[in-house]
């Protein structure tokens, strides 16, 4: 006799024809393929396509979206999300001793733009040296020290800790204030320089007078030029 199990012999797994409908092999361990089992035979047809996309009830899966959700209005294929305008810090959380450097800068730039207004609406039949000599008038001793004031209160911010509880005590601010200092110090510097030598040409006035204002505006040009030196050739 085969010690083959009948359920595993070759002749009635391949040769023989299929059994009927219903038959179930006594020898058969539980489990078998060829088995029913309790639920009655497989489907005879697949389950149409799509029928598992839906987890069961009472299952939570994030893969699967929430049926109760609703899209806002607004939102399609075409949507695109806002743009966020991003703002820098304002002037209340700027350091002081930038801000103090700023308003002197702005500052010395409107006196000279309100000189040149008074210039142009000097009487009819002022000489033009003198409607210049008037808006250069603001390139004296007092601005050229306001300009190296600017530039020390950015310097001096820029010594200060790493750690300092402010904005803009580092980085690209500190280095456009400076430049903004240094570009209005080299101005007045040049202003002073135009202005002592174009009182030279001024007639009906003594040499001595005009040699002192010439020294004059050289030494506010110098005050100027070294404020306008120490902010742009300060490493920032």
Known sequence: MSSVPPYQRPEQTYGAAPPDAGYRDPAAPPGWRGDPGPAGPAPATPPPPGAWAQPPSGYADPNYPDPAYQPQAGYGPGYRQPRVRRTGPGLATVAPALFASLII????????????????????????????????????????????????????????????????????????????????????????????????????????????????????????????????????
């Open 105 to 236: 800068s702005i500052g010395v730039v409107v006196l000279f733009i309100g000189n040149l207004f008074v210039a142009l609406g000097a009487p009819h039949g002022t000489a033009g040296r003198d409607r210049f000599l008037q808006f250069l008038a603001p390139a004296d001793v007092a601005v050229a020290a306001a300009m190296v004031l600017a530039v020390a209160l950015v310097v001096l911010q820029r010594q200060m800790p790493a750690d300092a509880p402010v904005v803009g005590a580092r980085g690209g601010r500190v280095r456009s204030i400076a430049l903004v200092a240094g570009g209005v110090a080299a101005f007045v510097a040049l202003a002073a320089v135009v202005r002592g030598f174009m009182i030279l040409t001024v007639p009906h006035q003594p040499g001595a007078v005009k040699f002192g204002e010439l020294v004059a505006a050289l030494a506010v040009a110098a005050i100027a030029a070294s404020a306008a030196w120490w902010a742009l050739r300060h490493r920032w």
